[in-house]
């Protein structure tokens, strides 16, 4: 069984950073993609950011994270970073995090956290 544990949300005021991790455990054989998802009260969840197995990155088009947000990982550890930055009101939402893990050579599935809160006061 495969779990995604995140850590590191909390409250903070704008301008200030938080760092985000999700950690995979169980019975891991490869994982490829890794992303963080965000949903805001009322609002569709979005993808925050995507990061390869290679390092690869890409940031949703939908928020307006980019050179405030990084992502990363260590896949020695299997987990996966968000650094958020100048953060504003706009980025409170709960943050979810995913990935796509091959649980032995031929069988795979997507996987989510149970999501960490990040709220920005004013």
């Known amino acids: 069984q495969v779990q995604l544990v995140e850590s590191g949300g909390g409250l903070v005021q704008a301008g200030g950073s938080l760092r985000l991790s999700c950690a995979a455990s169980?019975?891991?054989?490869?994982?490829?993609?890794m992303s963080w998802y965000r949903q805001a009260p009322g609002k569709q969840r979005e993808l925050v950011a995507t990061?390869?197995?290679?390092?690869?990155?890409?940031?949703g088009d939908s928020v307006s994270v980019k050179g405030r947000f990084t992502i990363s990982r260590d896949n020695a550890k299997n987990t996966v970073y968000l650094q958020m930055n100048s953060l504003r009101p706009e980025d409170t939402a709960v943050y979810y995090c995913?990935?796509?893990?091959?649980?032995?050579?031929?069988?795979?599935?997507?996987?989510w956290g149970q999501g960490t809160q990040v709220t920005v006061s004013s």
């Open positions: 995913t990935a796509d893990i091959w649980t032995t050579a031929t069988m795979y599935n997507s996987y």
């Open positions: 169980g019975i891991i054989f490869r994982i490829d993609a």
């Open positions: 990061i390869s197995r290679g390092g690869t990155t890409m940031y």
